[in-house]
C-alpha cells in the first residue's frame, strides 16, 4: 500500500494569506502546507480522504488522472471544498463514488446542490455515487475498511484503518471504545496542529501521548499551522519514530 500526503496543512493553509510569522515567510518547501489529504493506493486502485479547495492542485502536482473514490472524515471546509474539482475526472473515468456519515453527506448536498438536486442539476456537473457509512467496517475492491469515530469539539469524525494503516485527523479525543481498533497498526497519522493546547485538535503533546498509547511501528504527524514551527525544528523534537509529514511524501505500508 503506498500512501501520499497530498496535503499536510491546517484549514488556512500555511502560508496564511498577508501573515509575517517567520514560518509563513519560510523559503523551505517542507514549511508549505495544503489543506489536508492524502492518496491511498493498493494494486490498481487509488482513494482519496478528504478534498480540500487545494484539491485540484494537488491532482495536478502528483499527475493524477484517475482516483476510484472520496472518503470524508467530516464536512468541514477545508475537507470538502475541492468536490467540484472532481470533473474532469468524472468526464474522464465516469461517476465518482464517495463515501461518508450521513450527516457529511447531508451537509454536501446543502452547499453543492447543483450537484445533488436531479430536478435542478447544472449541465456539467460531476456525476456522484454515494455511499452512506455508518461505524462499522465496509467494503472496497480488494479493502476492507475499519471507520473510527473521533471527536472534533462537539463534531464526531471518522478516522479510517485500511490494513496495517490507520489516518486519523482533526481529532481532540477518541472514545474509549474506539480504542480496540488500533490494536497491532503499524503505520499511525495523527493531527498536532501546533504547540499549545486548541480547542479541537491535539496539540503536539496530545499527538505524542496519543501515539504512545497505540505504539504504532511509525507515526507521521499532519493537519499542521505554522503555530507548530519549523519543519527542520520540529523533527529534531520527536521520538525516532515519529515523523513530520510534509506534502508531496510518500510512504508505503
Same mark, same amino acid.
Given at each position: 500500500?503506498?500512501?501520499?500526503?497530498?496535503?499536510?496543512?491546517?484549514?488556512?493553509?500555511?502560508?496564511?494569506?498577508?501573515?509575517?510569522?517567520?514560518?509563513?515567510?519560510?523559503?523551505?518547501?517542507?514549511?508549505?502546507?495544503?489543506?489536508?489529504?492524502?492518496?491511498?493506493?493498493?494494486?490498481?486502485?487509488?482513494?482519496?480522504?478528504?478534498?480540500?479547495?487545494?484539491?485540484?492542485?494537488?491532482?495536478?502536482?502528483?499527475?493524477?488522472?484517475?482516483?476510484?473514490?472520496?472518503?470524508?472524515?467530516?464536512?468541514?471546509?477545508?475537507?470538502?471544498?475541492?468536490?467540484?474539482?472532481?470533473?474532469?475526472?468524472?468526464?474522464?473515468?465516469?461517476?465518482?463514488?464517495?463515501?461518508?456519515?450521513?450527516? $457529511?453527506?447531508?451537509?454536501?448536498? !446543502?452547499?453543492? =446542490?447543483? *450537484?445533488?438536486?436531479?430536478?435542478? /442539476?447544472?449541465?456539467? +456537473?460531476? &456525476?456522484?455515487?454515494?455511499?452512506?457509512?455508518?461505524?462499522?467496517?465496509?467494503?472496497?475492491?480488494?479493502?476492507?475498511?475499519?471507520?473510527?469515530?473521533?471527536?472534533?469539539?462537539? $463534531?464526531?469524525?471518522?478516522?479510517? !484503518?485500511?490494513? =496495517?494503516? *490507520?489516518?486519523?485527523?482533526?481529532? /481532540?479525543?477518541?472514545? +474509549?471504545? &474506539?480504542?480496540?481498533?488500533?490494536?497491532?497498526?503499524?503505520?499511525?497519522?495523527?493531527?498536532?496542529?501546533?504547540?499549545?493546547?486548541?480547542?479541537?485538535?491535539?496539540?503536539?503533546?496530545?499527538?505524542?501521548?496519543?501515539?504512545?498509547?497505540?505504539?504504532?511501528?511509525?507515526?507521521?504527524?499532519?493537519?499542521?499551522?505554522?503555530?507548530?514551527?519549523?519543519?527542520?525544528?520540529?523533527?529534531?523534537?520527536?521520538?525516532?519514530?515519529?515523523?513530520?509529514?510534509?506534502?508531496?511524501?510518500?510512504?508505503?505500508?
Amino acid at each position: 500500500m503506498r500512501i501520499t500526503f497530498l496535503g499536510t496543512g491546517t484549514s488556512q493553509g500555511i502560508p496564511i494569506i498577508g501573515s509575517t510569522h517567520p514560518v509563513c515567510l519560510s523559503k523551505d518547501p517542507k514549511d508549505r502546507r495544503l489543506r489536508v489529504s492524502v492518496l491511498i493506493e493498493w494494486g490498481d486502485y487509488k482513494f482519496v480522504i478528504d478534498c480540500g479547495p487545494d484539491f485540484r492542485e494537488q491532482m495536478l502536482r502528483e499527475n493524477c488522472l484517475k482516483i476510484d473514490g472520496i472518503i470524508f472524515t467530516h464536512e468541514h471546509s477545508d475537507h470538502v471544498a475541492g468536490l467540484d474539482d472532481i470533473r474532469p475526472l468524472c468526464y474522464r473515468n465516469g461517476s465518482m463514488p464517495i463515501y461518508a456519515q450521513q450527516r $457529511v453527506v447531508d451537509s454536501l448536498k !446543502r452547499r453543492f =446542490d447543483y *450537484i445533488f438536486d436531479a430536478h435542478n /442539476k447544472y449541465p456539467g +456537473a460531476p &456525476e456522484i455515487i454515494v455511499n452512506v457509512l455508518k461505524n462499522k467496517p465496509f467494503a472496497l475492491p480488494e479493502m476492507k475498511v475499519i471507520p473510527i469515530r473521533a471527536n472534533h469539539y462537539f $463534531v464526531d469524525v471518522f478516522g479510517y !484503518r485500511f490494513g =496495517d494503516f *490507520i489516518y486519523l485527523t482533526d481529532v /481532540k479525543s477518541v472514545p +474509549a471504545e &474506539e480504542m480496540h481498533k488500533f490494536k497491532n497498526t503499524k503505520v499511525l497519522v495523527v493531527n498536532a496542529l501546533r504547540i499549545t493546547p486548541h480547542l479541537s485538535h491535539f496539540n503536539l503533546e496530545e499527538a505524542l501521548n496519543f501515539i504512545e498509547e497505540v505504539n504504532p511501528e511509525r507515526a507521521y504527524l499532519t493537519h499542521i499551522s505554522h503555530l507548530l514551527g519549523f519543519h527542520n525544528e520540529v523533527e529534531k523534537m520527536l521520538p525516532k519514530h515519529v515523523y513530520l509529514a510534509y506534502d508531496g511524501l510518500k510512504i508505503t505500508v
